[in-house]
């Protein structure tokens, strides 16, 4: 079975050589780029990515602009590394499409687990379709189908989707959904849940509405407002 390929963005050689150092011990295949010029370079040039780890502050072309430009062709996970840890830092990598975000100093095992929660998900098989109020979910695929037309979501809205649909009905707190989208070991705040809400209300369009606000508590996916 192949390794999981992933791709390391950071100016600092050291650190660099300390994550990959712990990435390898845990048997993931490591490629390197020293800024972020070179990062979309490789990027574009090697289909078998798994996974970016992504620093912000670097030489030629910031962190912000490489999350970007993949976003507009990938949807591979990524995770943002970086010593900018305000929130509005955080708020600002998940509106760009990251689907994690650590701040330095970080421990390594911790980066190395939050690797492996992504990539078990992101290679989950089943022959489950999800559908509900219009929108059409392909799990194995990683397709998502909205009256017939297909949309592109990046691997946390896929995910988020997927919760919303898979528990229909039922009232959602921000707490519950991070828990079971973004994992027990995030430590961000809640109301990311809202910055990813928005963004996916609006490439659902007027299925959007399906995704219904519960003041004071979180969301609820009901279908039949989607209809209206």
């Known amino acids: 079975m192949a390794k999981?390929?992933?791709?390391?963005?950071?100016?600092?050689?050291?650190?660099?050589?300390?994550?990959?150092?712990?990435?390898?011990?845990?048997?993931?295949?490591?490629?390197?780029?020293?800024?972020?010029?070179?990062?979309?370079?490789m990027f574009f040039s090697d289909s078998s990515i798994d996974l970016i780890i992504l620093d912000v502050m670097m030489p030629e072309m910031d962190g912000w602009e490489v999350c970007r430009t993949i976003r507009k062709e990938s949807n591979v996970p990524i995770i943002m590394l970086t010593a900018k840890g305000g929130e509005g830092d955080e708020l600002q990598g998940f509106d760009l499409g990251a689907d994690e975000y650590i701040s330095k100093p970080f421990s390594n095992k911790i980066l190395v687990a939050r690797v492996g929660a992504i990539l078990r998900r992101t290679g989950e098989t089943g022959s489950e379709e999800l559908e509900a109020g219009g929108i059409r979910v392909d799990k194995i695929a990683h397709q998502v189908f909205v009256d017939g037309r297909e949309i592109e979501l990046s691997f946390k809205e896929f995910e988020l989707l997927c919760y919303f649909i898979e528990n229909k009905g039922v009232a959602l707190s921000r707490e519950r959904i991070l828990n079971n989208v973004w994992n027990y070991d995030y430590y961000g705040d809640a109301r990311t849940i809202d910055t990813h809400v928005k963004k996916l209300r609006s490439k659902l369009g007027?299925?959007?509405?399906?995704?219904?606000?519960?003041?004071g508590m979180g969301y609820k996916f009901d279908p039949a407002e989607g209809d209206k």
Do not use: H, Q, W
């Not at 650190?15 to 972020?36: P, Q, S, T």
């Open 4 to 41: 999981n390929r992933i791709l390391l963005v950071d100016d600092e050689p050291r650190l660099r050589k300390m994550v990959k150092d712990f990435l390898k011990r845990a048997d993931y295949d490591v490629v390197e780029a020293e800024n972020g010029k070179r990062a979309l370079e």
């Open 206 to 215: 007027d299925r959007g509405d399906c995704i219904v606000t519960i003041r």
